[in-house]
């Protein structure tokens, strides 16, 4: 889609939001920032609520360190299995909101009992298991995450109760990431009213992330892992590596000797580790782990790389769009669609052709096309607001079936 027309659609006038104080519940598994994209996306809404005078609740099995006008509501998982957690917490929450009165449950997970809005950041449950073996490129790993998804009892309960959930005529509003989640919520669930779906495509906190509030902060950082000034620096942000394509970064810069691959997240990096050895490539791509702050690794890096076969919307995207940081992504990445390709980086329709990667990847090796792209990823700014977000999130909020009953909290 042509950016213009895009942004017509996305970003309509709105009217201020009117909707007064109420009691708001977000509902999340786990609620660490570190976690990855839908945790710290649940604790800067909470945040953002709060400041707008919202009494929020924090419903979760475990928690950042919050301001004082959050509530939070522990939901032990207990011990046992991953669904047997699952399921402990389904239990704790369905007893706890069918207790308390809230205005908005707004749950980034499939639940039961009361729900007004579902967030679903990782994509349907239903679509992680018709199609999560798809990020192995290799025939036989397909075939085997298939025979696994199927008998993946976690995964299995997971859509089950999703399927509860918008399969009732009084379940909630699906708040999708994106145009790319809504084609995939109709494609799963075509009895859905139009009425029940919602875009509401992600958003970044400008003030966090300005590449002018530390301009130093990526010197530092290049220092601290001895990556020189003149390096070209490609940076990969993620929490599952096969998904987002780190095999396919490291074999796009193997033919690219000027270029330093970063690897940023809490993936195992063992097999990637011996992939870099057989390549002879160890000094060039560089593992840092987890980072409960991104910021630098925006300021250090010359680009960002995500060629995602399956990715909602994301979020580390829209950062470094923001941090004017070109990207190299795909289609089955919904935050692309805020994009246009060719100028704010390039947008890849095959997340497996290893060729184009580094094509792309080899086009933003010119200093003054990095110029130009980092200028029009800046421009887009305004747009990806949090701010704005919540606004729209607020018109959502009072749009909702079934309608919440709005009062000011107790």
């Known amino acids: 889609m042509h950016f213009a027309l895009y942004l017509g659609?996305?970003?309509?006038?709105?009217?201020?939001p009117t909707l007064p104080p109420v009691k708001i519940a977000l509902a999340i598994l786990h609620s660490d920032p570190q976690r990855?994209?839908?945790?710290?996306?649940?604790?800067d809404l909470?945040?953002?609520?709060?400041?707008?005078?919202?009494?929020?609740?924090?419903?979760?099995?475990?928690?950042?360190?919050?301001?004082?006008?959050?509530?939070?509501?522990?939901?032990?998982?207990?011990?046992?299995?991953?669904?047997?957690?699952?399921?402990?917490?389904?239990?704790?929450?369905?007893?706890?909101?069918?207790?308390t009165s809230y205005d908005i449950i707004h749950?980034?997970?499939?639940?039961?009992?009361?729900?007004?809005?579902?967030?679903?950041?990782?994509?349907?449950?239903a679509e992680s298991l018709s199609s999560a073996h798809l990020k192995y490129p290799h025939p036989l790993k397909r075939l085997l995450s298939a025979s696994f998804n199927r008998l993946n009892r976690k995964r299995n309960e997971f859509a089950r109760v999703e399927r509860e959930m918008l399969s009732s005529p009084a379940g909630p509003t699906v708040l999708c990431l994106s145009d790319h989640v809504k084609q995939t919520v109709r494609r799963h669930y075509p009895a859905l009213p139009e009425s029940r779906l919602a875009t509401l495509f992600n958003a970044v906190?400008?003030?966090?992330?300005?590449?002018?509030?530390?301009?130093?902060?990526?010197?530092?950082?290049?220092?601290?892992?001895?990556?020189?000034?003149?390096?070209?620096?490609?940076?990969?942000?993620a929490q599952d590596f096969a998904r987002k394509g780190l095999r396919e970064c490291i074999l796009a810069i193997q033919d690219l000797p000027s270029v330093t691959l970063l690897v940023v997240g809490r993936d195992n990096p063992a097999p990637y580790q011996r992939l870099t050895q057989q390549l002879g490539l160890s000094d060039r791509v560089l593992f840092a782990g987890p980072t409960a702050d991104p910021y630098?690794?925006?300021?250090?890096?010359?680009?960002?790389?995500?060629?995602?076969?399956?990715?909602?919307?994301?979020?580390?995207?829209?950062?470094?769009?923001?941090?004017?940081?070109?990207?190299?992504?795909?289609?089955?990445?919904?935050?692309?669609?805020?994009?246009?390709?060719?100028?704010?980086?390039?947008?890849?329709?095959?997340?497996?052709?290893?060729l184009a990667l580094t094509t792309a990847i080899r086009h933003l090796?010119?200093?003054?096309?990095?110029?130009?792209?980092?200028?029009?990823?800046?421009?887009?700014?305004?747009?990806?607001s949090f701010d704005h977000h919540v606004d729209q999130l607020l018109q959502i909020y009072r749009q909702s079936s079934p309608p919440p009953v709005l009062h000011p909290p107790s």
Do not use: W
């Open 9 to 16: 659609s996305l970003l309509p006038p709105l009217p201020p």
């Open 36 to 43: 990855g994209g839908a945790e710290r996306y649940t604790f």
């Open 46 to 99: 909470a945040l953002a609520l709060s400041q707008r005078n919202h009494h929020i609740s924090l419903l979760s099995s475990s928690f950042p360190n919050l301001p004082s006008q959050i509530q939070k509501i522990p939901l032990p998982l207990g011990p046992g299995s991953k669904l047997r957690q699952y399921q402990t917490f389904l239990h704790s929450l369905h007893t706890h909101t069918s207790s």
């Open 107 to 125: 749950a980034m997970l499939p639940i039961r009992g009361p729900c007004h809005l579902y967030h679903p950041h990782a994509g349907l449950a």
């Open 205 to 237: 906190d400008l003030r966090r992330f300005d590449p002018a509030k530390d301009p130093s902060a990526g010197k530092s950082l290049r220092q601290q892992f001895s990556i020189p000034n003149d390096r070209i620096l490609a940076l990969i942000i």
């Open 296 to 354: 630098p690794f925006y300021q250090a890096a010359d680009l960002f790389l995500l060629p995602t076969r399956h990715d909602p919307c994301s979020l580390v995207v829209l950062e470094s769009l923001a941090m004017g940081l070109p990207v190299i992504s795909t289609t089955s990445n919904g935050a692309c669609e805020i994009m246009t390709d060719g100028l704010h980086g390039r947008i890849l329709p095959n997340p497996a052709d290893i």
């Open 365 to 384: 090796l010119d200093e003054q096309t990095r110029r130009v792209a980092k200028e029009a990823c800046l421009t887009l700014r305004p747009h990806l």
